[in-house]
Each structure stands twice: as structure tokens, then as C-alpha cells.
């Protein structure tokens, strides 16, 4: 089928239609809790742990992009951030709000892309763990833009990117 592409949120529709829907791969990735999966345990990043203990962030308002089931919002939130916090799994939504209550800890927790998101100098601090490499490359500059604009001005936005086991051995040997 021909179509003329007009202007550029045309193109990048066109282009994410050449690609799977990130929604139907994360489901039934979370549909069983079981799985040796590093990021289903209920353990902050450590990288994240240090910029806290290290006194390099301090509470305030933080939203976490791609939060899965909660593991960073829950521990931000254990240490007194107010935490909005949203994935495009409603799988993932749900028991990361199951993880909430049974910490006790109140969290905004919200089944929602990141490209629907539009905060304006809300935040302190934001944090996207394992999300910006599953983005796809022509969509990465609009969510880039999307951090800044909802950043205060003396925020801090914090990124963990994962990387396979045999890459990280070869670094070391
Ligand atoms: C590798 S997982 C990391 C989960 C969590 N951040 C952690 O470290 O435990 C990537 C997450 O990004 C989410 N994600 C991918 N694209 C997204 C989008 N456009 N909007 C919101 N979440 C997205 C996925 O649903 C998935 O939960």
C-alpha cells in the first residue's frame, strides 16, 4: 500500500508499524512471577541505592519511566520520595501495587507510556531503569524531551541501561 507521508508524527507511525508492539511483548513477560528474571526480584538497583546513600539525591517528587513491578519506586518511596511511577504493562502495574500494600507504602503507581506522559517542572528526580533501550530509536529524542520538560530545574534524571552477562565478563578480562 502507498501512503505520502506529510509531516513527522506520520513518519514515526509509519515507522512503528515496521516493529512488534511493545504492550503484547510485556504482558505475558510478567505473567508468571517465577521466572529467573534479575529485575523480578524485589531489590533496587544498586547504582540507584548509592546516589541516595551517598547523599547525591535527596527526597523530593520523583516519577520512575518503565517501573515493571516496582522495585525502585518501592525503595524511593521507603526513602521518603513521593513516587509517581508508570509502565505500559497493567500485568506489571498491578503486582507492583500488590508490592506497595504489603510494604505499606504509598505509591502512584500507573499503567501508562511514556508517550503519554507531559509533566512540566514536576519532578526532582527521575529515574528509568532498563526502559530507554526497549524505546525505539527514532522515539528516543521525543521521550529525552519529555524528561527534561518535566524536570525542575535542579533535577536529576538517573538512567540504568542493562547489558547481556558475556559483554560485562569480556569488559573485565
Ligand atoms: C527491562 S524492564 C525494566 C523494569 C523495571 N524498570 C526494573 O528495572 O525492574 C522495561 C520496562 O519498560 C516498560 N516499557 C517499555 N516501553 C514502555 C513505554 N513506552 N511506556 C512505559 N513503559 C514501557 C516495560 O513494560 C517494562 O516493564
Redesign the pocket.
Known sequence: MEKTIKNVDELFEMLDSSFRT?KQF?EPFYSNRQRLIP?FVNKP?ENLVSYIEDGKIHAGKAME?????G??ALFLASRGFSVDA????EV?IEWAKERAKEAGLNINFKCE???NLAPQQEYDFVYD???LH??LPHRRVQYIQMIYNGLKPQGYFGLTC?APVTERLADLN
Not at 65 to 69: D, E, K, S, T, W
Not at 86 to 89: G, H, V
Request: net charge negative.
Open positions: 511493545e510485556w529485575f538497583c519511566l518503565g517501573c515493571g513491578p522495585r525502585n508508570f509502565d505500559l504493562s506489571a507510556s511514556v508517550f531503569s532498563g526502559c526497549h524505546l542493562f
